[in-house]
């Protein structure tokens, strides 16, 4: 007689909400099921702050049903930490949270991980970068797991236009620790959901790069995924930087036009000279790219204009109905949540009008008063073309008082980044860095520039410190201050300790509610 298996293989599957955890787990279980294997699996609710984590549970038997006669297998509802085989994981800190709570083990987890990132609302608050280290969560895999099978799942799902369980399904029959044939595994695609050959491809890139035999992306593909190179960047800034500064040149380009994308690149050539004079290749150029990764961002701003751009795109329509898994002749519905306000408004005027809009508002108290919500419906025909009316307005943008406002105000950070790199280059990053304060829309923006002008007078423009290193200290030391607080009082006492006077902190009005009426009836 045959000797049995002592236990059943155990999966579990972590995935975010819309990428089809529940079809990856049906694909296993009607696969088990056609090779006549014992199998059964749970959902787990949870919660990942993003779009809702849902781990799915299987537990698959490896003997045919045939062999064991009257007895059957007693399987686990829930998975155990320290017993799982197989941990799959749609997201790189799903991964780390499997880790975290001890389901992949040296000894006998083999973990199948995509390493793209969907960022948490916790990391998207953070007034600096809150984003966890993905590093720290791909060696950590390389240690905690027996094996681990680790690419970006997410870039083959894209290419193959499927969602990422198809990828998924391929790396896991491709990763062999499944008594499940290939075969086997298509069929169950082929007959459990409508668009198969989309998954068909999804599952085939999947299965040839956890199988080992995943083919060398072709030129045309990496030019079409990646996009091509800006020949400028090419030739006149150094090698560490390029990634950075195509990037930022692409952004440019499509943020405005060719030329404002030709005078973000005029801007940064006197740095990346600087750079290159002062010895900034010893430390990969960091002084040019940081310099253009903020300045992409800053030059970037979100204006209305922007906004109503990327909200009435092709791109975005057809990425959510991507992501509700609509087909084809199902109808989708945008309602766009908008609250522009009058300093909105006046930013898009030319400046003389925008100050006089301004000083109307305030001297009547109605400088927030005026901001109320609007519900747009950016899917109906009146709704999109008021957006693309607002969009086409970009020509019109350079005569705009708030592209006057942050282009005056970008040119004041490149001159002090220029001054000091002609004296230190580590002084000089920290005031290049310093412009990652500046973000957002808002009550935030109004906040992250005020702090950075705040650094900028006192310790950058300011005589306060004459060493150069002490300076340079001191400005990492406010900004890591101005970021952690909002509010500035962790910036002003950082200022304090420099002799600088605090400023006091801003009042806030005091809002009283009218109470409701008692209901009567409850007495």
Same mark, same amino acid.
């Given at each position: 007689m045959n000797t049995l298996p002592e236990r059943p293989i155990t999966i579990l599957i972590a995935a975010l909400g819309g990428e089809g955890g529940g079809v990856l787990a049906d694909w296993i279980i009607a696969t088990a099921a056609s090779q006549d294997y014992p199998v059964q699996s749970t959902s787990i609710p949870g919660v990942a702050q993003r779009t809702g984590a849902t781990t799915y549970y299987v537990e698959l038997y490896p003997a045919h049903i045939a062999?064991?006669?009257?007895?059957?297998?007693?399987?686990?509802?829930?998975?155990?930490?320290?017993?799982?085989?197989?941990?799959?994981?749609?997201?790189?800190?799903?991964?780390g949270r499997a880790m975290l709570n001890g389901f992949v083990t040296p000894e006998r987890t083999t973990l199948i991980a995509s390493t793209h990132r969907i960022y948490t609302v916790a990391e /998207?608050?953070?007034?600096?970068?809150?984003?966890?280290?993905?590093?720290?969560?791909?060696?950590?895999?390389?240690?905690?797991?027996?094996?681990?099978?680790?690419?970006?799942?997410?870039?083959?799902?894209?290419?193959?236009?499927?969602?990422?369980?198809?990828?998924?399904?391929?790396?896991?029959?491709?990763?062999?620790?499944?008594?499940?044939?290939?075969?086997?595994?298509?069929?169950?695609?082929? /007959?459990?959901?409508?668009?198969?050959?989309?998954?068909? /491809?999804?599952?085939?890139?999947?299965?040839?790069?956890?199988?080992?035999?995943?083919?060398?992306?072709? !030129?045309?593909e990496v030019k079409r995924w990646r996009g091509a190179p800006s020949e400028r960047v090419r030739k006149t800034f150094p090698a560490k930087a390029h990634p950075i500064l195509e990037e930022g040149v692409a952004r440019m380009a499509d943020f405005q036009d060719r030329d404002y994308a030709n005078f973000y690149l005029d801007r940064l050539e006197p740095i990346a000279k600087l750079d290159r004079e002062q010895g900034g290749?010893?430390?990969?150029?960091?002084?040019?790219?940081?310099?253009?990764?903020?300045?992409?961002l800053w030059m970037s701003y979100e204006d209305l204009i922007r906004?109503?751009?990327?909200?009435?795109?092709?791109?975005?329509?057809?990425?959510?109905?991507?992501?509700?898994?609509?087909?084809?002749?199902? !109808?989708?519905?945008?309602?766009?949540?908008?609250?522009?306000?009058?300093?909105?408004?006046?930013?898009?005027?030319?400046?003389?009008?925008?100050?006089r809009l301004l000083?109307?508002?305030?001297?009547?108290?109605?400088?927030?008063?005026?901001?109320?919500?609007?519900?747009?419906?950016?899917?109906?025909?009146?709704?999109?073309?008021?957006?693309?009316?607002?969009?086409?307005?970009? !020509?019109?943008?350079?005569?705009?008082?708030?592209?006057?406002?942050?282009?005056?105000?970008?040119?004041?950070?490149?001159?002090?980044?220029?001054?000091?790199?002609?004296?230190?280059?580590?002084?000089?990053?920290?005031?290049?860095?310093?412009?990652?304060i500046i973000k957002g829309y808002g009550e935030t923006h109004r906040r992250g520039k005020a702090s950075f002008l705040r650094i900028l007078d006192t310790l950058v423009d300011g005589g306060t410190?004459?060493?150069?290193?002490?300076?340079?200290?001191?400005?990492?030391?406010?900004?890591?201050?101005?970021?952690?607080?909002?509010?500035?009082?962790?910036?002003?006492?950082?200022?304090?300790t420099h002799g600088i006077v605090p400023l006091p902190p801003q009042p806030k009005p005091i809002r009283f509610m009218r109470r409701p009426p008692p209901d009567r009836r409850a007495a």
């Amino acid at each position: 007689m045959n000797t049995l298996p002592e236990r059943p293989i155990t999966i579990l599957i972590a995935a975010l909400g819309g990428e089809g955890g529940g079809v990856l787990a049906d694909w296993i279980i009607a696969t088990a099921a056609s090779q006549d294997y014992p199998v059964q699996s749970t959902s787990i609710p949870g919660v990942a702050q993003r779009t809702g984590a849902t781990t799915y549970y299987v537990e698959l038997y490896p003997a045919h049903i045939a062999e064991l006669g009257d007895r059957r297998p007693v399987m686990a509802l829930t998975p155990a930490p320290g017993y799982v085989d197989v941990m799959v994981s749609s997201e790189l800190l799903e991964a780390g949270r499997a880790m975290l709570n001890g389901f992949v083990t040296p000894e006998r987890t083999t973990l199948i991980a995509s390493t793209h990132r969907i960022y948490t609302v916790a990391e /998207k608050m953070h007034m600096g970068d809150g984003r966890v280290d993905s590093e720290r969560i791909l060696k950590a895999a390389q240690t905690m797991a027996k094996r681990a099978i680790l690419f970006d799942m997410q870039d083959l799902a894209e290419r193959s236009g499927t969602v990422i369980s198809a990828v998924l399904f391929g790396a896991l029959a491709g990763s062999g620790v499944l008594p499940l044939p290939r075969a086997a595994c298509e069929e169950a695609i082929r /007959k459990g959901v409508q668009g198969a050959a989309a998954s068909f /491809k999804g599952f085939e890139l999947g299965y040839s790069y956890a199988s080992g035999e995943a083919k060398q992306a072709s !030129p045309e593909e990496v030019k079409r995924w990646r996009g091509a190179p800006s020949e400028r960047v090419r030739k006149t800034f150094p090698a560490k930087a390029h990634p950075i500064l195509e990037e930022g040149v692409a952004r440019m380009a499509d943020f405005q036009d060719r030329d404002y994308a030709n005078f973000y690149l005029d801007r940064l050539e006197p740095i990346a000279k600087l750079d290159r004079e002062q010895g900034g290749g010893a430390s990969g150029y960091d002084l040019t790219s940081e310099t253009g990764r903020f300045l992409a961002l800053w030059m970037s701003y979100e204006d209305l204009i922007r906004v109503a751009d990327l909200k009435s795109r092709r791109s975005r329509f057809e990425r959510v109905r991507a992501e509700v898994q609509a087909k084809p002749d199902e !109808p989708v519905h945008i309602v766009e949540y908008l609250k522009p306000g009058v300093e909105e408004v006046a930013a898009m005027l030319p400046p003389m009008l925008s100050k006089r809009l301004l000083a109307w508002a305030e001297k009547r108290g109605l400088t927030y008063k005026l901001n109320v919500g609007i519900y747009l419906k950016s899917t109906s025909v009146l709704g999109f073309l008021m957006l693309r009316t607002l969009a086409a307005m970009r !020509p019109l943008r350079r005569m705009s008082a708030r592209y006057a406002e942050e282009q005056a105000l970008i040119e004041r950070w490149l001159r002090a980044v220029s001054a000091a790199a002609g004296r230190d280059l580590s002084l000089a990053l920290e005031i290049a860095l310093c412009a990652r304060i500046i973000k957002g829309y808002g009550e935030t923006h109004r906040r992250g520039k005020a702090s950075f002008l705040r650094i900028l007078d006192t310790l950058v423009d300011g005589g306060t410190l004459q060493d150069e290193r002490a300076r340079a200290a001191a400005i990492g030391k406010a900004r890591a201050a101005a970021l952690a607080d909002p509010e500035g009082r962790g910036l002003e006492h950082s200022l304090a300790t420099h002799g600088i006077v605090p400023l006091p902190p801003q009042p806030k009005p005091i809002r009283f509610m009218r109470r409701p009426p008692p209901d009567r009836r409850a007495a």
